[in-house]
Every structure is written in C-alpha cells, then in structure tokens.
C-alpha cells in the first residue's frame, strides 16, 4: 500500500512527485513513454527549440536593415535541426530520471484502473499495486477531424511533424489555435508556403478580440494565407476544396483543433462495462482518493496549468486545504510573442465598470533597439486593479507573467505607477500603459 500513486509523468505528474518526495509520502509511479509527457517530448520544448531557430534564419535573412552584410545565402538543415531538438529532449529526460527515479517507485508500463468495491487498484506489467491517493495525470492526444483519420504521412498531427525527414513545399494547417500559428510560423520561416484554415470566425478565436486582429496582421506580414470561417469539404488526392469554394493542392495536411483528454483504461470488478471517467472541475472524482489532473482533467492544457493543477491536488491530499484554481497565463510563442491573461474586452458586458487602457509597443525605446517595434499590451482594469492582459510583444511570455503576479496578488495600480522599472526594457512598458494608456 503506497501514500500516492500517480499515472503518467509529464508537468502535473511531475510535480506531485516532487511535492509528495519533499514530504516524506511513499510514492509509485507509472509511465510507459518517457518522461516529461507530451511538454518535454513532443509540445513545449521541441518546438520551442525549431521555432527559435526559424526564427534565426528568418532574422538572419532580413540583417542588412541593421547594417549586417551575410556573405552567403543562409538555409537550414532539418535533420540538424532535430538533432539538435533530441539533444535539448534528451538532456531534461536524463535530469529527470536522475532526479526523480532514485527517489520513488518507477514502473515502466502502461497502467489500468480497477475498481475493486470500495478500494482502487492498478493493474500494471501483470502486477496489482493499491495506494492511498490516486492522481492520474495520464494527459491529452491530438483531436483528428470526423472522416479524416490521422495516418502521419498526408493527414498529421503536430507529434507527426518532428518524425519527417524533409519538410514538404506545402501545408494546409486546419485550426489557428497555439498549436496551429506557432507551426504556421515555423515552417513559413523555413520556407513552407502555408495555408490556414480556421472554423470559426476569427483566428484564434480564444484570444481578446484585439489580439485577434494582429494574429491576421502577423499572418500577412509573414505572406501566410488564411482562411476564416472556412472548412475543408473534400480532398481529391492532394487538392483541397474548402467550403468557400477555394481548391488548392498541398503536400499534407496538419490538423491542430485542439486535443482531448487521455484517461486509463478504468473497470469495475464483475462488471464487464469500462467506466467512464468524470472529473469534476476542480479535479476531484465521485471516487473517494482519486484525482484527475493536468490536460486529462480537460480545462486549460497547458504545463503550467497542469503543475499549478497538482501543487492544489497535492495540498489537498496532504493538508486537506481548499481547492481553488487559479487562472493561468495562455502564451503563443510565435514572433512577436502573443500572452494573454483574466477576461477579454468581448467578455465583458457593463463596459462602465471597466477602464481599458493600451499602448503600441512602439512607444518604447527598447523595441527600437531590438528592431521588434510591432505589437501592443492593453490591460483591463476594474475598481483599481488589473483583470485582464493581453499582450503583443517581444518577451511577452515574460511581461504576462509580471502582471500576473499584480493580479494574483492584487497590486493596485497606483502602486504599479510608483514602482521602478528598468531602462530601456520591455517590462517599462506594463508602467507605461498604466501611466499613458
């Protein structure tokens, strides 16, 4: 009988580890991929590794406006470029089995739930283990669309990508979501002619509505074509028709809408029926001890969402505190960076309660020094405190996560006004808005 068992290793599984480690609780664990889960593996990371080089060739490309003279014609190597990507992989997966492993109970299968009466069981390499608490952090898989299954050659998904040898001359891209705008950046850097195809009637459509706008503004500055309120309606061999009446032909398809919750197989003893998992919203389940948490529970999926998920689960199991989830900063790491946090101006509905405030990131010197002058930040400010930002902006993964910290901790803003900022950088631009939005 272990105090914590935990399906999957990826942020949320991660972190409950490390908490439960600290605090002296038996602990087991399961995964049957490599650690770190989608993040480390296949998300976060890898791509963040080929995006910047993208983005250093496409750099490299426009230097002679800064006085730079490149005596050849800059290319790429892709297989060089993965390379590089498995080693950044590999190094934080070692890290993590050194630090982690010697320190729990790792069992490198596939694990099963089964509800055994009142006790939960784990079925695992033929072996039944029984815990006191159970977070099943098991993740998320890509959606494929109704009657176009994935087949990782023609149809694929965004883990497909990192497994071609060459990158095709053309790709449709169906959905403008994270997933889909930072691969329609990265592989137009590279030289990929790119189409993106969005359902609903703005590209990504879960941003504020002004940011909104400088997606499509970004999109053309990078000759990206796209297609809003749009949908594929056939494909007759490479050729594309699309609802509107638009055909073109293209080399494969990445279909990025979104992902969906990955749950372990759960039974019922005696019961030959699979039960279906149902987390409530803050990751509890109507089975006593068990615990859903990270992109399985299904709400924000993101890793740091899924961590912040397990620190509050962990909390609970270990010092019955209350559950209450905080709102998470959403990132899209394209260039320049797009961050977003708290409500939207679309959301709200008595705008005299509100002050919006904005500025162009051009205002700030520090833009002009790093030739990045495009983008804006505007907050949403209500009875003296910030409730949203969304932000367009060099470092803007690093600005959102400033003012998160003011709504967390509920800084008015006449002390953001008073505070010190450094000179020149992008953070002055958080005052600057306060001061002359």
């Known amino acids: 009988m272990y105090d914590l068992a935990i399906i999957g290793l990826g942020p949320a599984g991660l972190e409950a580890a490390q908490i439960a480690i600290k605090n002296n609780l038996n602990v087991i664990a399961f995964e049957d991929n490599e650690l770190g889960g989608t993040c480390l593996n296949v998300g976060c990371i890898p ?108 149809v694929v998904n965004s883990d497909d990508l990192f497994k071609m040898h060459d990158l095709p001359k053309k790709i449709a891209i169906v959905g403008s979501g994270a997933i889909g705008l930072e691969w329609a950046k990265i592989l137009s850097d590279f030289g990929v002619q790119v189409r993106l195809i969005e359902k609903a009637p703005a590209l990504a459509p879960v941003l504020d509505i002004e940011l909104q706008k400088r997606v499509e503004r970004i999109l053309k500055q990078n000759k990206i074509e796209y297609f809003k309120n749009d949908f594929i309606t056939s494909i007759s061999n490479d050729l594309i028709t699309l609802n509107s009446g638009v055909a073109f032909d293209t080399d494969c398809i990445l279909v990025a809408i979104g992902r969906k919750p990955n749950f372990p197989l759960v039974t019922i003893s005696g019961c030959a029926e699979e039960y279906k998992l ?99 930040i505007k907050l949403i400010i209500k009875d003296d ?38 000179h020149p950088s992008f953070a002055e631009a958080i005052q600057e808005v306060i001061k002359n939005g």
């Open 385 to 422: 405190l910030i409730v949203g930002a969304h932000i367009v902006s060099k470092e803007a993964s690093a600005l959102i996560s400033m003012v998160n910290i003011f709504i967390d901790q509920k800084i008015p803003i006449a002390e953001i006004e008073n505070m010190i900022f450094p």
């Open 47 to 154: 791509t963040k590794s080929i995006l910047y080089t993208s983005q250093l060739l496409k750099e490299v490309q426009d230097s002679s406006k800064l006085g730079l003279s490149i005596f050849s014609t800059p290319g790429y190597n892709w297989q060089a470029i993965l390379d590089r990507k498995i080693e950044i992989v590999n190094k934080f997966n070692k890290l993590l089995h050194a630090t982690i492993s010697k320190n729990l109970t790792l069992v490198k299968a596939k694990a099963e739930l089964n509800i055994n009466y009142d006790n939960l069981e784990i079925y695992a390499d033929d072996n039944v283990y029984q815990a006191k608490n159970i977070l099943v952090c098991t993740g998320s898989k890509p959606i494929e669309l109704p009657g176009l299954p994935f087949d990782g050659k023609f």
């Open 278 to 376: 149902k987390p409530h919203e803050d990751g509890t389940c109507d089975i006593d001890n068990l615990y859903i948490v990270g992109d399985a529970l299904g709400k924000t999926m993101l890793a740091h969402s899924a961590s912040h998920q397990a620190r509050i689960i962990m909390n609970k199991i270990l010092f019955n505190t209350d559950m209450v989830l905080k709102d998470s900063p959403a990132v899209i790491y394209i260039n320049p960076e797009i961050a977003s946090i708290g409500i939207r101006e679309q959301d709200i509905e008595n705008k005299e309660e509100y002050t919006i405030k904005k500025i162009l990131i051009s205002a700030i010197a520090k833009s002009w020094c790093d030739n990045a002058q495009d983008g804006l």
